[in-house]
């Protein structure tokens, strides 16, 4: 028997030495599709990784438009909820996968002072602002800077200059937001910002997850949130300035848990911050969340303060999403890491100002890991 171990063993080094000997355990980046939308080209690419994982991403919106990854079969499937077709990016749906901004959630009355100023905003959600306005970074297309593999990371890097007053923010922001995908199945957003006048400023990304491979809705994950506290909203979605303990409500997930009953109960999905544990600007685990039918589990890592825990109520079965699959209603969760929402109106928050000299940083990781039964 014990000879029988070691010659599997061996056999397994083996093949580990043979293939890091072959391109095929080598990152790469390709494009692999490419449209015209009037004077602007959109294009999309594929990044892979030693493990057979891949990535697609695209410069309309600088969006994560598919993550495909195995499950403890070794099955590969869909686990974010996206189009096969560039075109259908630039139709209706709720910004999948989008880079957002110039300012992430919301904005009480669609205004805020900053250095002496007061900034209007568009009102596009209750009388607020969300997500920039209507045309906000998700409706933008970027420009491709770069794509290349180095070691064991492919990468793209795509950027974008939001003139001064886009969507009624000052400044003129250049923005640069990278994509890596490692040979540890990680998923790295890296962004910087610069800006020319004081503005404010809060990115995110908009992925839906599903690990199932987006068969089944996600209510039975089972999800855990490092964070104590959220900050309370009103009826409108607008934060209180308030800090609420997570203890005893349905928000708290400080031990796993699936989200079914509660959502049950409430007659609705989440949408709420978190106000993560750990020192801002440094990478940190935010959630953990697994589905146990696929043994696919996803950990989230970021170096922002708070966290969007969103799963939309609305049904989205008028999309046809990878392989024509109609998704339904609570078909994904988004983990939006950000600084906290309506945060230029609420001086206790931690600050969204950006000013001339200064550099906005922001990393946020999704990694792909496997349980056993």
């Known amino acids: 028997m014990k000879m029988r171990m070691i010659g599997a063993l061996i056999a397994i080094l083996g093949l580990s ?14 494009k692999d599709d490419s449209i015209r939308n009037g004077s602007d080209v959109i294009e999309r690419f594929t990044l892979t990784n030693g493990n057979g994982m891949s990535v697609k991403v695209t410069n309309y919106a600088a969006s994560l438009t598919d993550v495909f990854v195995p499950d403890r079969q070794g099955r590969f499937e869909h686990v974010v ?14 910004k999948f996968g989008a880079t957002v901004g110039r300012f992430a959630n919301r904005i009480r009355n669609a205004e805020f002072s900053l250095d002496g100023h007061t900034y209007h905003l568009e009102k596009n959600n209750k009388g607020h602002s969300i997500h920039g306005g209507t045309n906000g970074f998700n409706r933008q297309v970027f420009k491709t800077d770069t794509f290349y593999a180095v070691k064991d990371t492919a990468i793209v890097v795509f950027k974008y200059k939001s003139a001064h007053l886009e969507g009624g923010f000052p400044g003129n922001l250049e923005l640069s937001m990278a994509y890596k995908l490692t040979n540890h199945n990680e998923v790295v957003l890296e962004y910087t910002a610069t800006t ?11 992925s839906y997850f599903n690990l199932t491979g987006c068969k089944r809705d996600v209510l039975n994950h089972i999800y855990r949130i490092y ?11 607008i934060p209180t300035g308030e800090l609420m303990s997570v203890t005893g409500t349905v928000y708290d997930y400080t031990s796993p848990q699936p989200v079914e009953k509660r959502v049950r109960e409430m007659g609705k ?18 959630a953990v969340v697994a589905d146990s039918v696929s043994g ?3 950990k989230a890592y970021t170096t922002e303060p708070g966290m969007q825990f969103y799963i939309p109520h609305s049904n989205m079965g008028y999309l046809n999403g990878h392989d024509s699959r109609k998704y339904g209603r609570y078909y994904g969760f988004c983990l939006e890491m950000q600084h906290f929402p309506d945060a230029p109106n609420h001086p206790q928050f931690p600050a969204t100002s950006l000013f001339p000299g200064e550099t906005y940083r922001q990393v946020t990781m999704y990694k792909f890991e496997t349980i056993s039964e």
Request: glycine fraction near 8%; charge should be positive.
């Open 269 to 286: 999905g989440y949408d709420i911050n978190y106000k993560l544990n750990g020192s801002p600007d440094t990478l940190k685990l935010a």
């Open 196 to 206: 020319d006048k004081p503005t404010v400023v809060n990115l995110t990304n908009h």
């Open 227 to 237: 964070s104590d506290s959220i900050t309370p909203v009103d009826s409108t979605g």
């Open 17 to 30: 030495v043979s293939c890091k000997q072959t391109d095929l355990c080598r990152p790469s980046v390709f």
């Open 296 to 298: 696919r589990l996803l």
């Open 81 to 94: 909820l996206g189009f096969d077709s560039l075109k259908s990016y630039l139709g209706r749906h709720p």
